[in-house]
């Protein structure tokens, strides 16, 4: 591969400096926006720890989203970081890269919460897509978090951790329960303990505060703005909380891809199977991760990078084919 030209820039989008990493090595190649999860997790260090393949069949953009990490600002308006909004600067954003790569359309991936966002960009605004790239996609959050409550409540029993039972006995597995922090933290340990949360082997959350203090390519003060950015986007936590895609008849007019962990109970396979089963698109694939939970692209990346050729590949063929 080319020489890969990293930078890291801010641009006005709709108001607000917000910022991006760019990774680019041939102006021709078809670019891909990526947008993360949390709401208000920015995913570029993993991007930067792992070797995915991504820039093997793209330019990308991996861009912080408003209120998060580059793009956070403590004079922000809170009501300024709301659903309707990021949908606005994500168009804004796709209109930047098309105009700097001066190209026709790009390609959209989301990953968790950035799924939800993508999939309704790319249902709003089919014209600027080759296509939508959802991975871990977000379906319908109750259901996915009501599934993840029995799953550790489960695995607890059957490893006979009882304390791990009390503690989860605590709470009911209801809308009140998921917006609650202290659960939030209490379900994320033991998501990643049993296998179902960011890795399907064993992850621990300080593991990605050290490996962001140790990131050379964010300031002292864009690292402090990282933790920031959690509290900063709680509206839209709220709004995944009540998401379901699943009762809308989705449909496209762009082709879709999900690529789901087999493992996953952060955002449910199941779940994500059964909109991938009911939405409609001009072309649509299914891809199971056997080995992998929350993070296909960093814990199966030989995979990905394939699965991303083949998407090219076809998306290639059938734009010149004229379908």
Not at 41 to 54: A, K, S
Not at 190 to 208: A, D, V
């Amino acid at each position: 591969m080319k020489h890969l030209t990293k930078i890291k820039k801010f641009e006005n989008i709709n108001g607000v400096e917000q910022g991006m990493f760019l990774h680019f090595n041939d102006m021709k190649k078809p670019i891909l926006l990526f947008l993360h999860g949390g709401p208000g997790n920015p995913e570029y260090l993993f991007f930067e720890q792992f070797e995915t393949g991504i820039e093997q069949q793209f330019n990308v953009c991996f861009w912080e989203q408003r209120g998060a990490g580059l793009s956070y600002h403590k004079n922000l308006p809170a009501e300024t970081i709301n659903f309707e909004q990021l949908i606005e600067d994500t168009l804004a954003v796709t209109k930047y890269l098309k105009n700097h790569f001066q190209q026709e359309k790009i390609y959209l991936m989301g990953h968790s919460w950035g799924t939800y966002l993508g999939i309704e960009v790319a249902r709003r605004f089919p014209e600027h897509f080759h296509a939508y790239i959802g991975v871990s996609q977000v379906a319908n959050t109750a259901k996915s978090e009501v599934e993840a409550y029995h799953f550790i409540v489960d695995t607890a029993k059957q490893n006979g951790e009882t304390k791990v039972v009390r503690k989860m006995a605590l709470y009911a597995p209801d809308q009140e329960t998921f917006l609650s922090m202290n659960y939030f933290q209490l379900r994320s340990k033991y998501l990643n303990l049993y296998g179902g949360g960011i890795m399907h082997q064993k992850f621990k959350m300080s593991t990605i505060l050290f490996r962001m203090l140790g990131a050379r390519f964010y300031t002292l003060k864009e690292k402090i703005n990282m933790i920031k950015s959690i509290k900063a986007s709680e509206e839209l936590l709220q709004t995944l909380i009540k998401a379901d895609l699943t009762d809308k008849g989705y449909q496209l007019e762009v082709p879709v891809y999900l690529l789901q962990g087999k493992y996953d109970k952060q955002t449910s396979y199941l779940q994500a199977k059964k909109l991938f089963e009911q939405l409609e698109a001009p072309a649509k694939q299914f891809y199971t991760f056997e080995q992998a939970a929350h993070s296909p692209m960093f814990e199966e990346s030989p995979l990905f990078q394939q699965i991303l050729s083949d998407i090219v590949v076809a998306q290639n063929e059938a734009e010149t084919k004229g379908v």
